[in-house]
């Protein structure tokens, strides 16, 4: 009977043993379902996360293409008015040789033109000149012949 007693007693130990670990098993159970929601949600926001990766690369990838048109075109626009300038300096400084050029030439036909004034000048200044000294000399003449004028022409008449 002891036998009996201590079969009976190792059984209830074991039926109590077993119902704790069913309750571990059901732990368990509850455990590993909460952990495979927890694995689905996860799978869920990984899922989530890569494909806004993805809208991100895309998104990166056309602001990248938009970067790139928009230096191509800056840089060509920077070409085209790098051209303009440069066309623009050359047509000024070739409008500013043809008006210098002018300005010489003006300077030179006024150059011109005072130069022949001052001929003519110098000549009339010459003439008026002559035309006094001979002036001077037929006052002298007459002041010597008019006062001996008297006595030639009383010698005469």
């Avoid at 929601?37 to 993805?54: A, G, P, T, V, W």
């Avoid at 840089?75 to 500013?96: A, C, F, G, Y």
């Avoid at 003006?106 to 009339?124: P, Y």
């Amino acid at each position: 009977m002891t036998e009996n007693t201590d079969s009976d007693t190792e059984l209830a130990i074991v039926k109590s043993q077993l119902s704790h670990m069913d309750k571990v098993f059901d732990k368990l159970t509850e455990t590993l379902d909460r952990i495979a929601d927890l694995c689905n949600n996860s799978s869920s926001l990984i899922n989530l996360h890569e494909q806004k990766f993805k809208e991100n690369d895309k998104h990166l990838s056309r602001l990248h293409n938009n970067y790139t048109e928009l230096n191509k075109t800056t840089k060509s626009d920077i070409k085209d008015l790098h051209s303009r300038i440069t066309t623009q300096h050359k047509e000024v400084e070739d409008q500013m040789s043809k008006e210098i050029d002018k300005v010489l030439l003006a300077i030179r036909d006024l150059k011109e033109d005072l130069g022949d004034n001052q001929k003519n000048l110098a000549k009339r200044v010459t003439t008026l000149e002559s035309w006094r000294w001979i002036i001077v000399g037929i006052l002298i003449a007459a002041g010597i012949i008019l006062p001996e004028l008297r006595t030639i022409l009383a010698a005469y008449f």
